[in-house]
């Protein structure tokens, strides 16, 4: 069985295969740049993995697995647009190296290269990968619309929070999943089920990046740690805070919220200690365990040898018990 490191490899080795034109530089040159990035490469790891559970042809999983991750960085791409990031992976954001015309334009053809490329999969599971693709496609921009909306909206709920995430990332680690298990020739049950571990687990992987924000060590993230609190990016952590907090809890969470013209650094301490009254953190890291939990019964009721699944018990793991 291939670990996931293996999976990583390939995938990279793979990708720098894939052949773009040279002219015109200002379209192509920034897909290359994207792509040389780097990265985990979690979820075209995961489309090969979820293949080689019921496989061990993987070969029929390259393909949608290289489509897999274009589509992933095409979304980057376009999210640090309207985000209006400077940096992606310590790297300046193709917006920033070259302009916001050419972003969108090289995003825009990154994504069609994406296509060209899964359409060079096995004609005999292609009629059954495009739909999944597709619906991943489209659910990622309506998270990201949702993501938009909640900046100017002050009452977003638990519930509207998870579906957001859920869309916005946790639906491509599904998918990811679900794909390779077609490519392996997996039954229609088994594949769900590894799409539902894998929306569970891109779920708790979400909330476990918002809860590091906050609570995790900055040398170890490679960013300042509070940038969700500076920003009143309304996270599990925020969203829980304000249901929660009343009389002089709320009025310091308020102000803080209110008050954008303050010391960064006061402010996030400020706020931390309201979430710290709150116990917030101890809140974050039973949702993170509900969904881990979920996922992790879905895996469990894959119908295989549970040999074959011990590559995505590791890899859980890891995911699950990162500090970065």
Same mark, same amino acid.
């Given at each position: 069985?291939?670990?996931?490191?293996?999976?990583? $490899?390939? *995938? =990279?080795?793979? +990708?720098?295969?894939?052949?773009?034109? $040279?002219?015109?530089?200002?379209?192509?040159?920034?897909?290359?740049?994207?792509?040389?990035?780097?990265?985990?490469?979690?979820?075209?790891?995961?489309?090969?993995?979820?293949? =080689?559970?019921?496989?061990?042809?993987?070969?029929? @999983?390259?393909?949608?697995?290289?489509?897999?991750?274009?589509?992933?960085?095409?979304?980057?791409?376009?999210?640090?647009?309207?985000?209006?990031?400077?940096?992606?992976?310590?790297?300046?954001?193709?917006?920033?190296?070259?302009?916001?015309?050419?972003?969108?334009?090289?995003?825009?053809?990154?994504?069609?290269?994406?296509?060209?490329?899964?359409?060079?999969?096995?004609?005999?599971?292609?009629?059954?990968? *495009?739909?999944?693709?597709?619906?991943?496609?489209?659910?990622?921009?309506?998270?990201?619309?949702?993501?938009?909306?909640? $900046?100017?909206?002050?009452?977003?709920?638990?519930?509207?929070?998870?579906?957001?995430?859920?869309?916005?990332?946790?639906?491509?680690?599904? @998918?990811?999943?679900?794909?390779?298990?077609?490519?392996?020739?997996?039954?229609?049950?088994?594949?769900?089920? +590894?799409?539902?571990?894998?929306?569970?687990?891109?779920?708790?992987?979400?909330?476990?990046?918002?809860?590091?924000?906050?609570?995790?060590?900055?040398?170890?993230?490679?960013?300042?740690?509070?940038?969700?609190?500076?920003?009143?990016?309304?996270?599990?952590?925020? *969203?829980?805070?304000? =249901?929660?907090?009343?009389?002089?809890?709320?009025?310091?969470?308020?102000?803080?919220?209110?008050?954008?013209?303050?010391?960064?650094? $006061?402010? *996030?301490? =400020?706020?931390?200690?309201?979430?710290?009254?709150?116990?917030?953190?101890?809140?974050?890291?039973?949702?993170?365990?509900?969904?881990?939990?979920?996922?992790?019964?879905? +895996?469990?009721?894959?119908?295989?040898?549970?040999?074959?699944?011990?590559?995505?018990?590791?890899?859980?793991?890891?995911?699950?018990?990162?500090?970065?």
């Amino acid at each position: 069985m291939l670990s996931f490191k293996d999976c990583q $490899e390939i *995938i =990279n080795k793979k +990708l720098a295969e894939i052949s773009l034109p $040279e002219f015109p530089g200002n379209l192509y040159e920034p897909i290359r740049y994207v792509i040389n990035l780097g990265g985990k490469r979690i979820r075209p790891a995961l489309v090969l993995m979820g293949c =080689n559970i019921f496989s061990e042809s993987i070969e029929y @999983a390259v393909e949608p697995a290289l489509a897999i991750e274009l589509l992933h960085n095409f979304t980057l791409l376009h999210d640090d647009i309207m985000d209006q990031s400077d940096l992606r992976r310590n790297k300046l954001t193709v917006h920033k190296k070259w302009n916001n015309n050419i972003a969108i334009l090289s995003g825009d053809a990154m994504m069609i290269k994406a296509y060209e490329i899964l359409f060079n999969s096995s004609f005999d599971i292609l009629n059954d990968i *495009i739909p999944v693709f597709n619906k991943t496609a489209l659910e990622i921009c309506e998270g990201q619309q949702y993501d938009m909306d909640y $900046e100017l909206k002050t009452d977003v709920s638990v519930s509207e929070y998870i579906k957001m995430i859920e869309l916005k990332t946790a639906v491509l680690l599904a @998918a990811s999943l679900k794909i390779g298990a077609i490519c392996g020739k997996a039954s229609s049950g088994d594949a769900d089920l +590894l799409y539902s571990f894998g929306k569970n687990l891109g779920i708790a992987f979400q909330l476990q990046d918002d809860l590091l924000d906050v609570y995790g060590a900055s040398e170890l993230l490679g960013k300042q740690t509070g940038n969700d609190i500076y920003s009143n990016k309304k996270t599990f952590l925020l *969203i829980t805070a304000l =249901n929660m907090a009343h009389g002089e809890s709320l009025r310091k969470l308020e102000f803080w919220l209110s008050n954008n013209s303050s010391d960064r650094d $006061e402010k *996030i301490k =400020n706020v931390v200690t309201v979430f710290n009254e709150l116990k917030i953190k101890e809140k974050t890291e039973c949702e993170i365990n509900k969904y881990f939990s979920l996922a992790m019964q879905s +895996l469990a009721g894959v119908r295989c040898d549970k040999d074959r699944k011990l590559s995505l018990y590791q890899f859980t793991e890891e995911l699950m018990q990162r500090k970065k």
